[in-house]
């Protein structure tokens, strides 16, 4: 078992920026690629961004390409997600999540094990 906890959510104005962390214990977490979702309000749960177990690699959801980077401390087994030039549409509740397969890129979240409790971003206009 992966538990993973994530924090740094909070309220910001549009424009603004975030750092979420996600913090992973109970297994090895360089054997874990990570990813970050999202989910809005009455919306499906949809890809953010994904990194490789070496972060060798990252791909990103098209919504938040140039604006969010995800990346890794494998010392820390910790994975951030940081969010530049947020807009309303950022708004939603932000979980971080590990696997081991080897489409984690593909942005299905069902290729994904483990979840965490998830933390929440709302940006005001």
């Known amino acids: 078992q992966v538990q993973l906890v994530e924090s740094g959510g909070g309220l910001v104005q549009a424009g603004g920026s975030l750092r979420l962390s996600c913090v992973a214990s109970?297994?090895?977490?360089?054997?874990?690629?990570m990813g970050w979702f999202r989910q809005a309000q009455g919306k499906e749960r949809e890809f953010v961004a994904a990194m490789r177990r070496d972060s060798a690699l990252a791909y990103y959801a098209d919504s938040v390409k140039g604006r969010f980077t995800i990346s890794r401390d494998n010392a820390k087994n910790t994975v951030y997600l940081q969010m530049n030039s947020l807009n309303a549409e950022d708004t939603a509740v932000y979980y971080c999540a590990a696997t081991q397969s080897s489409r984690y890129y593909s942005g299905g979240r069902y290729e994904y094990d483990y979840w965490g409790q998830g933390t929440q971003v709302t940006v005001s206009s």
């Open positions: 109970g297994r090895t977490f360089s054997n874990y690629a």
